[in-house]
């Protein structure tokens, strides 16, 4: 069985990466979204409501599941006997911090985890988590950016109701 994570903070998840989820499912057996639990942020939405928000976002797409992880992706990919990362690439500036993620993994794995990226759809080029959550909190319209669910619980966070 061919599978891969497509591990990220997703907080809150975009259309960009509900476009790469889509993508890659149809080509890996099954894909394991990992939110990363990262102590050093402090988010938007908890790791908890992050998992279920894709996983409410992602129920029509079955070979899909959503877990977290904290720590280093290498290691819980091993675990999981998981060998291909998917990230999406936006534009250039994502590029060199993306392609050192992935060669400091294919390090740190001794060549065991190899990192497939998709370019991301040109109509969400544009868009990032960190963009979707400056608009909301001055009550900007994020309706492009997010599905229907995730814009009302984004506003909800900010206290902006609509
Ligand atoms: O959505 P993001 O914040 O761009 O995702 C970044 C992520 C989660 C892929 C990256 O920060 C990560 O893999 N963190 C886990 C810690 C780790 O393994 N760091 C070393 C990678 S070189």
Wanted: glycine share 6%; aromatic share 10%.
């Amino acid at each position: 069985m061919k599978n891969a994570i497509y591990p990220g903070s997703f907080d809150p998840v975009t259309y960009g990466h509900l476009d790469i989820i889509r993508r890659a499912a149809a080509i890996f057996d099954e894909l394991i979204i990992s939110v990363l639990n990262n102590v050093r942020k402090t988010p938007l939405f908890s790791v908890e409501e992050r998992v279920r928000i894709l996983e409410n976002a992602t129920k029509d797409i079955p070979n899909v599941r959503v877990e977290s992880f904290s720590g280093l992706l290498v290691d819980y990919a091993m675990r999981r006997d998981v060998h291909v990362i998917v990230r999406g690439l936006r534009a250039i500036t994502d590029f060199e911090y993306e392609l050192q993620n992935a060669q400091t993994n294919r390090l740190l794995s001794k060549g065991e985890l190899d990192t497939m990226f998709f370019t991301t759809s040109l109509e969400y080029a544009y868009l990032s988590s960190t963009t979707v959550r400056e608009i909301a909190s001055f009550g900007g319209d994020i309706s492009g950016c997010v599905p229907d669910f995730v814009e009302e619980l984004i506003y909800n966070k900010f206290g902006i109701h609509k």
